[in-house]
């Protein structure tokens, strides 16, 4: 069982930046492809950002592209999603994810094993 605890979200003005992690509880969080989600209210949950197990690819929504970057230690089991150039519209509860199937994140999150809590982002216009 993976446990995973995200952190660092929080208010911030539109054009800031914040920088989320995920924390792992597991000793093998390296054999899994990591990713976010966020769900803003009123929509459904939506696929932000993947990183596969070594790092070595990565994956973005269009609508995050060249402004988000997810990145992991796998030393520290730590996920992180550094966020630039904030919108009111990234405004959503962000969670964390991990499986074994990278394809899950783009193709089939309900596939997915295991999620975070949930950090609450707000961007302020």
């Known amino acids: ?33 990591m990713g976010w989600f966020r769900q803003a209210p009123g929509k459904d949950r939506e696929f932000v950002a993947v990183i596969s197990w070594s790092g070595d690819d990565t994956y973005y929504a269009d609508s995050v592209k060249g402004r988000f970057t997810v990145s992991r230690d796998n030393a520290k089991n730590i996920l992180y999603l550094e966020m630039h150039t904030l919108r009111p519209e990234d405004t959503a509860v962000y969670y964390c994810a991990a499986d074994l199937e990278i394809r899950h994140f783009t193709a089939a999150a309900y596939e997915i094993h295991y999620w975070g809590q949930g950090t609450q982002v707000t961007v302020s216009s």
């Open 1 to 33: 069982q993976v446990q995973l605890i995200e952190s660092g979200g929080g208010l911030v003005q539109a054009g800031g930046s914040l920088r989320l992690s995920c924390a792992a509880s597991e000793r093998t969080f390296s054999i899994y492809d």
